[in-house]
């Protein structure tokens, strides 16, 4: 008799800046979808396609962040399947699509479709749970559990240091402000099996700071940048995907695997 167990499937697709895909057996997980570039414009077909629920997390309401045409998938799915996940922020912003009140006639989202989050809240049902941690910009970070696994999105939490411009009390006050944060993320999970956390070189001098803290203070067994793909031009755009990638160099010497994703459909698989 064969008693093995069967392991679970995860692959984490990167879209572009922070929007990543996750794949596991039982669902499609999309981070802070922002835009998608053209060689990946058929994944939402093919992951309606594929029958598995799809959660959608927006970790705040920025730009880069969140695009409003997200709701629109809601027709590509049957009922119950896709979800939102949404930040205090970006639900305030769109406040008039959420539910089925008011006078807005355009696209909405039924209220059985979203949950709205802020830190310290939690959504959970059969297949996952997200919590939303803080952020030291604005809105949530998150922590989502599912099928034996801890994943954490960043969002916008990082120590938003800029050296060459800042006076030494500013850099102090920023680093507590995300240490602190980070210590309540290490609290709940000071094991992370995987984790997609901005590396930003727009920063300057020691742009990879918070990566670096960040790994010294959780265990993380896979490590991917995000946050590097705003720049003026292609020629800035591939200097920022090199120095996120440099990050390699700043890591903890002895923790996890630390992954460049840098290319969109850029794919890791684990389990």
Partial sequence: MNTSVKANFF???????????????????????????????????????????????????????????IFDWQKLFPPGHIHYIL????????????????LYKGQRVAEENFSILAPGDVFSDAIITVRAFGSTDTGNSYLLETEGKKIFHAGDLNAWIW????????????????????KDIVRMAPRLDLA????????????????????????VDRFVPMHFELAENDSERAQRRKDALAFRLYRHPVRGEYIGLSAPGDTLEFI
Avoid: N
């Fill in 11 to 69: 692959r984490l697709t990167y879209i572009y800046h922070d929007g990543f895909l996750l794949e596991t057996d039982e669902a499609f997980i999309l981070f802070d979808l922002w835009r998608f570039p053209e060689s990946q414009s058929f994944l939402m077909d093919e992951i309606a396609a594929a029958g598995k629920p799809l959660y959608v997390l927006v970790s705040h309401h920025h730009k880069d962040h969140f695009d409003r045409s």
């Fill in 87 to 102: 930040s205090k922020d970006t639900a305030r912003s769109v406040r008039y699509m959420l539910g089925d009140k008011g």
């Fill in 163 to 182: 050296k060459d411009e800042s006076t030494d009390k500013e850099v102090a006050r920023a680093i507590s402000d995300f240490e602190s944060i980070v």
């Fill in 196 to 219: 997609m956390f901005p590396v930003d070189s727009r920063l300057g001098t020691d742009y990879w700071e918070g990566a670096s803290r960040f790994v010294r203070m959780i265990d």
